[in-house]
Protein backbone atom coordinates (compact mmCIF):
# COMPACT_ATOMS: atom_id res chain seq x y z
CA UNK A 1 0.00 0.00 0.00
CA UNK A 2 0.71 3.54 -0.10
CA UNK A 3 3.06 5.01 2.60
CA UNK A 4 5.66 8.13 3.26
CA UNK A 5 9.06 7.80 5.02
CA UNK A 6 10.08 10.37 6.68
CA UNK A 7 13.60 11.73 8.38
CA UNK A 8 13.72 11.06 12.42
CA UNK A 9 13.99 14.06 14.38
CA UNK A 10 13.99 15.91 16.93
CA UNK A 11 15.48 18.14 14.25
CA UNK A 12 17.33 20.98 16.37
CA UNK A 13 18.93 24.01 14.51
CA UNK A 14 19.27 27.34 15.48
CA UNK A 15 17.77 30.71 14.09
CA UNK A 16 18.55 31.35 10.64
CA UNK A 17 19.69 28.29 9.80
CA UNK A 18 18.83 26.12 6.58
CA UNK A 19 16.29 23.79 7.05
CA UNK A 20 16.14 20.10 5.12
CA UNK A 21 13.68 17.55 6.15
CA UNK A 22 13.26 14.50 3.74
CA UNK A 23 10.46 13.02 2.94
CA UNK A 24 10.03 9.73 0.20
CA UNK A 25 7.00 7.89 -0.57
CA UNK A 26 5.70 4.59 -2.28
CA UNK A 27 2.59 4.86 -4.10
CA UNK A 28 1.16 2.74 -7.13
CA UNK A 29 -0.07 5.60 -8.95
CA UNK A 30 0.59 9.40 -9.04
CA UNK A 31 -0.29 11.05 -5.78
CA UNK A 32 -0.74 14.49 -4.90
CA UNK A 33 2.15 15.50 -2.08
CA UNK A 34 1.35 17.53 0.77
CA UNK A 35 3.16 18.70 3.85
CA UNK A 36 1.36 20.03 7.16
CA UNK A 37 2.12 21.64 9.78
CA UNK A 38 1.62 20.98 13.54
CA UNK A 39 2.08 23.42 16.43
CA UNK A 40 2.01 22.46 19.96
CA UNK A 41 -1.73 21.88 20.86
CA UNK A 42 -3.32 22.09 17.55
CA UNK A 43 -4.49 20.34 14.43
CA UNK A 44 -2.74 19.88 11.33
CA UNK A 45 -2.60 22.53 9.14
CA UNK A 46 -1.58 22.71 5.71
CA UNK A 47 1.82 24.39 4.65
CA UNK A 48 2.18 23.73 0.69
CA UNK A 49 0.91 21.15 -2.12
CA UNK A 50 2.29 19.59 -5.05
CA UNK A 51 -0.21 17.63 -7.38
CA UNK A 52 2.42 16.58 -10.70
CA UNK A 53 5.79 15.29 -11.25
CA UNK A 54 8.53 18.71 -11.18
CA UNK A 55 5.67 20.86 -9.50
CA UNK A 56 7.41 23.27 -6.52
CA UNK A 57 4.68 24.19 -3.78
CA UNK A 58 6.06 27.39 -1.29
CA UNK A 59 4.68 28.95 1.62
CA UNK A 60 5.66 31.10 4.44
CA UNK A 61 9.56 30.40 3.14
CA UNK A 62 9.41 26.76 2.78
CA UNK A 63 9.15 24.89 -0.38
CA UNK A 64 9.20 21.35 -1.48
CA UNK A 65 9.24 19.84 -5.42
CA UNK A 66 7.96 16.62 -6.53
CA UNK A 67 10.16 14.99 -7.46
CA UNK A 68 9.05 11.73 -9.30
CA UNK A 69 12.48 9.91 -10.39
CA UNK A 70 13.54 9.84 -6.71
CA UNK A 71 9.76 9.42 -5.08
CA UNK A 72 11.36 12.23 -3.17
CA UNK A 73 9.20 15.42 -1.69
CA UNK A 74 11.61 16.97 0.82
CA UNK A 75 10.84 20.03 2.55
CA UNK A 76 13.48 23.14 2.95
CA UNK A 77 13.85 26.61 4.68
CA UNK A 78 16.91 28.85 3.77
CA UNK A 79 16.54 30.53 7.37
CA UNK A 80 14.35 28.98 10.03
CA UNK A 81 12.57 31.03 13.04
CA UNK A 82 11.93 30.06 16.52
CA UNK A 83 8.10 30.31 15.32
CA UNK A 84 8.76 27.64 12.99
CA UNK A 85 9.06 25.45 15.75
CA UNK A 86 6.20 22.30 15.12
CA UNK A 87 6.44 18.96 14.26
CA UNK A 88 6.09 18.35 10.31
CA UNK A 89 4.32 15.78 8.52
CA UNK A 90 4.72 14.69 4.95
CA UNK A 91 1.46 13.18 3.11
CA UNK A 92 0.09 11.87 -0.05
CA UNK A 93 -3.21 11.59 -1.16
CA UNK A 94 -4.04 8.81 -4.16
CA UNK A 95 -7.40 7.87 -4.52
CA UNK A 96 -10.40 8.51 -2.37
CA UNK A 97 -8.78 12.03 -0.97
CA UNK A 98 -7.41 9.73 1.86
CA UNK A 99 -3.98 11.26 3.28
CA UNK A 100 -1.40 8.82 4.43
CA UNK A 101 0.93 10.35 6.30
CA UNK A 102 4.24 9.84 7.30
CA UNK A 103 5.74 9.59 10.92
CA UNK A 104 6.31 13.60 11.25
CA UNK A 105 9.48 15.23 12.29
CA UNK A 106 9.69 17.39 15.57
CA UNK A 107 11.59 20.50 14.23
CA UNK A 108 13.27 22.81 17.44
CA UNK A 109 14.60 26.17 16.52
CA UNK A 110 16.40 28.13 19.33
CA UNK A 111 17.45 31.22 19.51
CA UNK B 1 -12.79 31.81 9.94
CA UNK B 2 -14.10 28.43 9.24
CA UNK B 3 -12.97 25.85 11.58
CA UNK B 4 -13.85 22.38 12.74
CA UNK B 5 -14.57 21.97 15.74
CA UNK B 6 -13.94 19.21 18.59
CA UNK B 7 -15.49 18.49 21.54
CA UNK B 8 -14.68 17.68 24.07
CA UNK B 9 -10.77 19.11 24.00
CA UNK B 10 -9.91 16.31 26.83
CA UNK B 11 -11.37 13.44 28.29
CA UNK B 12 -10.46 11.26 31.08
CA UNK B 13 -12.01 8.29 31.55
CA UNK B 14 -11.73 4.97 33.07
CA UNK B 15 -11.44 1.72 31.43
CA UNK B 16 -14.68 0.28 30.34
CA UNK B 17 -16.53 3.59 29.92
CA UNK B 18 -18.12 4.68 26.80
CA UNK B 19 -16.59 7.64 25.14
CA UNK B 20 -18.09 9.99 22.68
CA UNK B 21 -15.97 12.53 20.31
CA UNK B 22 -18.24 14.86 18.68
CA UNK B 23 -16.97 16.51 15.03
CA UNK B 24 -18.40 19.76 13.71
CA UNK B 25 -17.19 19.86 10.31
CA UNK B 26 -16.74 23.32 8.04
CA UNK B 27 -20.49 23.94 6.45
CA UNK B 28 -20.85 22.71 3.24
CA UNK B 29 -17.72 20.14 3.33
CA UNK B 30 -18.48 16.90 2.32
CA UNK B 31 -15.54 14.76 3.20
CA UNK B 32 -14.93 13.87 7.37
CA UNK B 33 -12.28 11.76 8.37
CA UNK B 34 -11.02 10.55 12.08
CA UNK B 35 -7.29 10.58 12.43
CA UNK B 36 -5.88 8.90 15.59
CA UNK B 37 -2.52 10.23 16.59
CA UNK B 38 -0.09 8.57 19.30
CA UNK B 39 3.68 8.53 19.84
CA UNK B 40 4.37 5.22 18.94
CA UNK B 41 2.04 4.88 15.54
CA UNK B 42 1.88 8.42 14.30
CA UNK B 43 -1.36 9.47 12.81
CA UNK B 44 -3.76 6.50 11.49
CA UNK B 45 -6.96 6.91 9.38
CA UNK B 46 -9.56 5.49 11.24
CA UNK B 47 -12.80 6.36 9.24
CA UNK B 48 -14.08 8.34 5.97
CA UNK B 49 -17.21 9.71 5.57
CA UNK B 50 -18.36 11.19 2.10
CA UNK B 51 -21.97 12.70 1.81
CA UNK B 52 -22.28 10.99 5.37
CA UNK B 53 -21.97 7.79 3.40
CA UNK B 54 -18.88 5.89 5.33
CA UNK B 55 -16.95 5.04 2.42
CA UNK B 56 -14.02 3.17 4.23
CA UNK B 57 -13.56 2.59 8.04
CA UNK B 58 -10.57 -0.11 7.97
CA UNK B 59 -8.40 1.25 9.58
CA UNK B 60 -10.83 1.19 12.70
CA UNK B 61 -11.20 -1.36 15.29
CA UNK B 62 -14.79 -2.78 14.53
CA UNK B 63 -15.43 -4.52 18.04
CA UNK B 64 -15.06 -1.39 19.88
CA UNK B 65 -15.21 1.78 17.83
CA UNK B 66 -18.24 2.90 15.67
CA UNK B 67 -18.12 6.32 13.65
CA UNK B 68 -21.52 7.92 12.29
CA UNK B 69 -22.71 11.00 10.40
CA UNK B 70 -26.04 11.48 11.91
CA UNK B 71 -26.55 14.49 9.70
CA UNK B 72 -23.93 17.03 7.47
CA UNK B 73 -23.03 19.06 10.58
CA UNK B 74 -22.26 16.38 13.08
CA UNK B 75 -19.76 13.13 13.24
CA UNK B 76 -19.30 11.00 16.24
CA UNK B 77 -16.94 8.63 17.28
CA UNK B 78 -17.24 6.07 19.94
CA UNK B 79 -15.66 3.68 21.98
CA UNK B 80 -17.13 1.37 24.01
CA UNK B 81 -15.68 -0.49 26.23
CA UNK B 82 -12.59 1.78 26.23
CA UNK B 83 -9.65 0.55 26.86
CA UNK B 84 -6.05 1.99 27.69
CA UNK B 85 -4.59 1.29 24.63
CA UNK B 86 -7.11 3.96 22.98
CA UNK B 87 -5.81 6.87 25.18
CA UNK B 88 -4.66 9.10 22.41
CA UNK B 89 -5.31 12.12 20.59
CA UNK B 90 -8.40 11.77 18.33
CA UNK B 91 -8.79 14.49 14.91
CA UNK B 92 -11.57 14.83 12.60
CA UNK B 93 -10.76 16.76 9.64
CA UNK B 94 -13.10 18.05 6.61
CA UNK B 95 -13.02 18.48 3.17
CA UNK B 96 -14.77 19.29 0.02
CA UNK B 97 -14.19 16.56 -1.66
CA UNK B 98 -12.27 17.75 -4.67
CA UNK B 99 -9.23 15.57 -6.20
CA UNK B 100 -6.01 17.01 -4.67
CA UNK B 101 -7.36 19.44 -1.84
CA UNK B 102 -6.63 19.90 0.80
CA UNK B 103 -8.40 19.15 4.33
CA UNK B 104 -8.73 21.02 7.48
CA UNK B 105 -8.28 19.66 10.50
CA UNK B 106 -9.91 19.99 14.15
CA UNK B 107 -7.40 20.80 17.69
CA UNK B 108 -8.47 17.11 18.30
CA UNK B 109 -9.76 15.72 21.51
CA UNK B 110 -6.97 14.06 24.02
CA UNK B 111 -8.03 10.97 25.45
CA UNK B 112 -7.19 8.85 28.57
CA UNK B 113 -8.41 6.12 29.73
CA UNK B 114 -7.47 4.64 32.91
Known amino acids: GDSVTQMEGPVTLSEEAFLTINCTYT??????LFWYVQYPGEGLQLLLKATKADDKGSNKGFEATYRKETTSFHLEKGSVQVSDSAVYFC??????????FGAGTILRVKS | DARVTQTPRHKVTEMGQEVTMRCQPI?????VFWYRQTMMQGLELLAYFRNRAPLDDSGMPKDRFSAEMPDATLATLKIQPSEPRDSAVYFC????????????FGSGTQLSVL
Open chain 2, 27 to 31: LGHNT
Open chain 1, 91 to 100: ALMEYGNKLV
Open chain 1, 27 to 32: ATGYPS
Open chain 2, 93 to 104: ASGLGQPNEKLF
